[in-house]
């Protein structure tokens, strides 16, 4: 799978923090059973952290999907 920031798993569904949401959500249409896929782009209070926060973080996506990782 592509890089990725953070990645977490609850009952089913896997959540991807990522960069280049474009890449990820290629590979997980075509190498695992994927479905049911969202993607979504950070909300208002992490960009304003971003911009004036410290310690900046890069800009990421989040990309939610349902399915059985194969």
């Known amino acids: 799978m592509p890089p990725a920031?953070?990645?977490e798993?609850?009952?089913g569904r896997l959540t991807v923090r990522t960069g280049d949401s474009d890449a990820?959500?290629?590979y997980l249409l075509n190498?695992?059973?994927a479905h049911d896929v969202e993607v979504a782009a950070n909300n208002?209070?992490?960009a304003f952290v971003?911009?004036?926060g410290d310690d900046a973080a890069?800009?990421?996506?989040?990309?939610?999907?349902?399915?059985d990782l194969v």
């Not at 890069?58 to 399915?67: A, L, N």
């Open 44 to 46: 208002l209070e992490e």
């Open 31 to 33: 190498n695992t059973g």
């Open 50 to 52: 971003t911009l004036t």
């Open 9 to 11: 798993y609850d009952g």
């Open 58 to 67: 890069p800009e990421s996506t989040s990309i939610t999907f349902e399915g």
């Open 5 to 7: 920031e953070s990645i």
């Open 24 to 26: 990820v959500v290629r």
